[in-house]
């Protein structure tokens, strides 16, 4: 069935059509960045981040995506991500999450859009319930009660929830309002220099506190340096992200066991 919303028309597809390159007009592919669990002393999650084929950033590829193409593009990075995620092993760490960016104006039905993902899912041999996505603060999303119908089907198909960037962007505490996810992911312009500034201090303090009430897990972006983990780390801050840690790695895993 064929449904027009805003005037596009909207065609579900699945996990092999994901995979057909010409339907896109351009090719891309995904780095890798380890999220770690510094009680444990392993990745919690590896964040799948776009590239190009040929060494763009993020920013170019998404340059390239408009409203003829944003949907086939956020369903065709989900299927990217699970099947490179696969390849490389991510399924053999224990209890280690694939973290994907989602565009939220990009689904339509989230009963629907998620279709491709479990599909691939399945063909790829990845548990789906060690797929994390994330949707980021900075994605100004135009219905607040469309995002939680998003994140509330999510959970039903037992997906884990994340918010990216929070601290920064359009919503803020608004949207923890609104929906509870699993992971809070906090803003690197909250965390830089946190160690020395006490404004950043009380205001990730808060985070946390409230995080911890609702049971929510947090993971802080952009550590780099040793001073900041260890602030974080003293507030209860396990999970932890940045250039400390490891760059991104281009259709690799950094940080993870070598496979024999």
């Known amino acids: 069935?064929?449904?027009?919303?805003?005037?596009?028309p909207f065609e579900p597809v699945g996990c092999q059509s994901c995979r057909d390159k010409t339907q896109l007009p351009f090719d891309f592919t995904m780095a890798f960045q380890p999220i770690m669990d510094l009680e444990l002393n392993r990745p919690f999650a590896y964040e799948a981040l776009v590239r190009g084929v040929d060494g763009e950033s993020a920013g170019t590829v998404l340059s390239w995506v408009d409203d003829t193409n944003r949907y086939r593009f956020d369903q065709a990075c989900r299927v990217k991500a699970i099947e490179l995620a696969s390849r490389l092993g991510l399924a053999s760490l224990p209890d280690c999450r694939l973290s994907i960016n989602f565009l939220p104006n990009a689904v339509y039905r989230a009963e629907t859009c998620i279709r491709a993902t479990m599909e691939a899912a399945e063909e790829f041999d990845f548990p789906h319930n060690r797929i994390m996505f994330e949707v980021t603060e900075g994605e100004q999303v135009t219905s607040g009660a469309h995002l939680k119908s998003i994140f509330n089907?999510?959970?039903r198909q037992g997906l884990i929830t994340a918010i990216d960037d929070f601290g920064a962007g359009y919503a803020g505490l608004n949207m923890l309002v609104q929906f509870q996810p699993h992971v809070l992911?906090?803003?690197?312009e909250l965390i830089r220099n946190i160690d020395q500034d006490p404004v950043r201090q009380a205001i990730v303090c808060g985070i946390v506190?409230?995080?911890?009430?609702?049971?929510?897990d947090i993971v802080a972006e952009g550590i780099e340096t040793p001073a900041e983990s260890a602030y974080l780390r003293s507030l209860g801050v396990r999970y932890q992200q940045g250039y400390l840690f490891a760059k991104p790695g281009w259709e690799s895993l950094p940080l993870a066991p070598r496979r024999a």
């Open 1 to 8: 069935m064929t449904v027009t919303i805003f005037a596009q």
């Open 153 to 155: 089907e999510y959970r």
């Open 185 to 188: 992911k906090i803003d690197m």
């Open 209 to 216: 506190l409230v995080c911890q009430r609702l049971s929510i």
